[in-house]
């Protein structure tokens, strides 16, 4: 069993930054990938980004290119989203979530951090 634990949600300004952490811990040998999704009121859950927990492949949707980065620190066996130039839109509850295997599903999942991004 993996456990996650996200951090570094706020409240921040439109064109401020934030940098989100999802902490792993457990059996953090077992992980293949992690990926940072989120989910706006009233909308479904989407992917942000994902890396390989080698740290040597990462994908990002569209909306992500340009603005995130995603990153992994080994020693710390976390993954950190930084997130510049962020928008009214990309308000909603952040998760990180683990999968074991490659094309496998993201059945590891933190609590979520919220991110607001509001005058």
């Known amino acids: 069993q993996v456990q996650l634990v996200e951090s570094g949600g706020g409240l921040v300004q439109p064109g401020g930054s934030l940098r989100l952490s999802c902490a792993a811990s457990g059996r953090t040998v077992s992980i293949f990938r992690v990926g940072w999704f989120r989910q706006a009121p009233g909308k479904e859950r989407e992917v942000v980004a994902s890396?390989?927990?080698?740290?040597?492949?990462?994908y990002y949707v569209d909306f992500a290119k340009g603005r995130f980065t995603i990153s992994r620190d080994n020693a710390k066996n976390t993954v950190y989203l930084q997130m510049n130039s962020l928008k009214p839109e990309d308000t909603a509850e952040y998760y990180c979530a683990a999968n074991q295997y490659n094309a496998g599903p993201f059945d590891q999942w933190g609590q979520g951090t919220q991110v607001t991004v509001s005058p």
């Open positions: 890396i390989s927990w080698s740290g040597t492949n990462t």
